[in-house]
Structures are given as C-alpha cells and as structure tokens.
C-alpha cells in the first residue's frame, strides 16, 4: 500500500494533478511517513449528497483529508521552515494543516489555541481600544449610568455590543 513519504515524493517532482484528494489511513492519529495514504478523487451522489470515495479506499480504511494543492503548499512550507527537503516534516506540516486549516510558524509549533480563545482575545482587544469611559457624559442607553467612550454616545459596554452584536463577554 502506498504511504505519505511516497505521496510526498510524488509532489517533489510535480506529478500530481491538482483534481486530486489526500487520503490518509485514520486508523493513524499521528501523521508518519510511513502511514499508508494516497491520492484519488471523490464523487458524490446527486440523490443522498454525500461522498464516493475512489473504489477500495474505504476498505483500506483510507479517509479524505485535503485537496493536492493543500498538500504541495504544505510541503513547500515544511521546506522553508527547515532549510531542507525533510520529509518527515512534510508530514508534520500536512498533519498540522489537516487539524488546523492553517500553517504553523515553525516545524515544532504547538496547536493554535481554540477558536472560543481567539475570539475572546480579538474581543479584549477592541474593548481595551475604546479606551477609559468619561464619568462627565452618561451613556444613551436606557437606565445605563455609566459614562462614555470617547467618539460615543454609549459606555464601553453598550458600545461593544452596539459594534460586535454579540453580548459584552467581561466583567468590567
């Protein structure tokens, strides 16, 4: 059965065509060079919309991952980040993307930090912009009698909601 390092391999001297899937066996959480995998294009049924993987793939518990270009694109990265033409970082790379939609910053970059995190840092960060509410001016904002942020007729709170459309997720 062929694995992720002739995959690989495949992609380094460009003889992959760009239609085409990565499969890797999901009996494997970690990806190795040596994880049986290969390339196929799935179809898919008008009538259920669900996928056709390629005849034997699914009894050779093979399951679809990313698109060939997602896979070269990993694989030059993997280069840059180490110098080298390594193969086994290549299947880091493509592991990290396949979990993560993403490319890591360094060969040994821990996870990102889940979406719920991320979010609420971005959140902080425009909550810390408004800047300090003015005590002389009180919010707009029906029985609010906290002051406002600069370029505001609302207080911070309001105003975040106002611009977000979500709750304000802090305490102050």
């Known amino acids: 059965m062929p694995t992720l390092n002739g995959i ?31 390339l196929g294009c799935p179809d898919y049924n ?16 093979l399951s679809c991952t990313i698109e060939a270009h997602a896979v070269d694109a990993s694989i030059k990265w993997s280069d840059r980040l180490s110098g080298e033409r390594d193969n086994q970082a290549a299947a880091k790379i493509i ?5 993560f939609d993403a490319w890591p910053e360094s060969l040994d970059a821990p996870d990102p930090p889940p979406a719920e995190e991320s979010l ?3 959140h902080r960060a425009f909550a810390d912009s408004l800047g300090a509410e003015r005590p002389d001016t009180k919010c707009k904002r029906q029985n609010c009698d906290r002051g406002t942020v ?21 305490d102050d």
């Open 46 to 61: 008008d009538e259920t919309d669900e996928e056709i993987h390629p005849p034997g793939f699914t009894e050779r518990g």
């Open 150 to 170: 600069a370029m505001s007729v609302l207080c911070k709170r309001h105003h975040f909601e106002n611009v977000k459309g979500v709750d304000y997720p802090f």
């Open 120 to 122: 609420r840092r971005i």
């Open 8 to 38: 690989i391999e495949r992609f380094r001297a460009g003889s992959v065509d760009d239609a085409l899937w990565l499969y890797v066996s999901d009996d494997d959480n970690e990806l190795t060079i040596d994880t049986p995998a290969d």
């Open 95 to 99: 592991q990290y993307y396949i979990r």
